[in-house]
């Protein structure tokens, strides 16, 4: 009889030999205070909404917050690189072309700019002729420096069918940056850049803080794949940076003999 009552006992008290195991229990059962599952309101952000733009017709057309530098009609957004004249390259038919005559030389936008977004299409003429650099060529300042070619240089060349040192070629950031491919148009056909632009920062004591970067599509494709600039961009030696807060853009109007090219569809829209 005892040994009876003390089995029944025994499986009265014991765990789980006479209680079904427990139901599963919510994380706050088992951890009070522990933080809830997250919901997916913890990662939206309502404020402060983006500005509404207005895209242009095409993508060549200027979207409703760009600064128009040409539009085909005029040069009053531009000046002299050399001693901030009137500009005085050529305009006819809602196209700009490089006046090569002596005493002329480069032309510069009379605003400047630190980081932005810029659209430029260019044409080498199809009657080109020369050879190398001296065929087709100019270049787009990114951010003009001083007078010459003081500066940042997209370069700009005829590369259909004319081989050059690759990076001096059409797309490259002129003797730094190597265009990714080569996706020129032949002469007689209008080649398009669009570019976005972030300039370089200076300390305090005029030491480099951050470096310049570019990306570049060519004619819709990638050839400068945010490239990190060594400096000013140097027909001879090597690049350095010098300070500089905002600068123009500037268009080269090059010593070579080849006939010259041309410009249309020129916008920019600032990134500060």
Known sequence: MKSLLFATLIAATAPGLTQQPAAHRSVEQEAPGKPVAPKPQDTEVWEP???????????????????????????????????GTPARWIVANGVLTVNKAPGVGNIQTKRTFKNYQLHIEWKIPENVTGTDQARGNSGVFLASTGPGDAGYELQVLDSYNNKTYVNGQAGSIYKQGIPLVNPNRKPGEWQTYDVVWTAPTFNADDSLKTPANVTVFFNGVLVQNHFELKGQTLYIGQPFYKKYDTGPIKLQAHGDHSEPISFRNIWVRELN
């Open 49 to 83: 909404v983006p500005k509404v733009v207005t895209p242009g017709s095409t993508d060549a057309a200027p979207p409703s917050d760009a600064i128009v530098l040409f539009d085909g009609k005029d040069l009053n957004e531009w000046v002299s690189a050399q001693d």
